[in-house]
């Protein structure tokens, strides 16, 4: 067993758990969805995008821009966050809310993708 492998593996499946876990619930409703939630979920996508530059296949190219794309999503829904909470002083409302789902929605639709082709990969590796 390829402790690498291993380790890239795990950070691909619990970047898509992490983001599964704060994209449930109901869209709008604030008390469903935790800021240190998606503050992880924020973390370990870069973690698997920084264990992704080091593929030199048309497969890991394929990986680091869904890992690109999901971070680009979770960033985003940080920064509305942040922005309606600290500095536009209209508060964490259930629109606001729903655009930081939205975007998580779209960051674990990316590491569904990821994930997805890692297992394709693995199965053609194994032939």
């Not at 890239?8 to 869209?27: D, M, P, Q, R, W």
């Amino acid at each position: 067993m390829n402790l690498e492998k291993v380790i890239f593996s795990f950070f691909i499946v619990l970047a898509l758990t992490l983001n599964f876990g704060f994209f449930l619930g109901e869209i709008d409703s604030p008390d469903q969805h935790n800021v240190y939630e998606l503050f992880a979920t924020i973390v370990v996508n870069l973690i698997a995008t920084v264990l992704k530059f080091g593929e030199r296949t048309q497969m890991g190219a394929v990986l680091l821009a869904t890992s690109l794309v999901a971070d680009l999503e979770l960033i985003a829904a940080a920064l509305v966050w942040t922005f309606a909470v600290h500095v536009s002083g209209t508060g964490f409302s259930p629109p606001i809310v729903a655009v930081i789902v939205s975007l998580a929605g779209g960051a674990l639709l990316a590491n569904a993708v990821s994930v997805i082709l890692l297992v394709v990969e693995i199965s053609y590796s194994r032939r």
